[in-house]
């Protein structure tokens, strides 16, 4: 019998918007273009996950929610996973169910394609 279905969304995380390191990207295209494969449940968009309103966003998101794979498409994943540590913490978010992938200095299609691959390895996991 199979179990309830496995939810998952993807967060993107651009350093404010202003570093160079996303400037070649079209970040809303990028969040279509996974909407279109459905490839999760849902996207957003956060300017800096890091900073402390970023922490109380990933509470406020995650609290209790049906969550089962968080995925965050933003800067280095060893970074995602110290500077994230805090928040999940504090409402006992799993660390290991956030996915996260490094798309600083890509272009849109880049950018979509590390996505897809990190979604679809950890699926196949
Ligand atoms: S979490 Fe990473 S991508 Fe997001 S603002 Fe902080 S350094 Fe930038």
Redesign the pocket.
Known sequence: MEGPAKRSGLLL???QGTCPSFQGMDIFEVLNRVRREALVDWVGLHP???ADDGDVFLQELLKGADVDTLYVA??DPR??AK?FREPFEAINFDRNRLKGVDIRNMDTDQATEAIRKLIGKAEGE
């Open positions: 995380c651009v350093c800096q996950l890091c933003g800067c970074m995602q500077l």
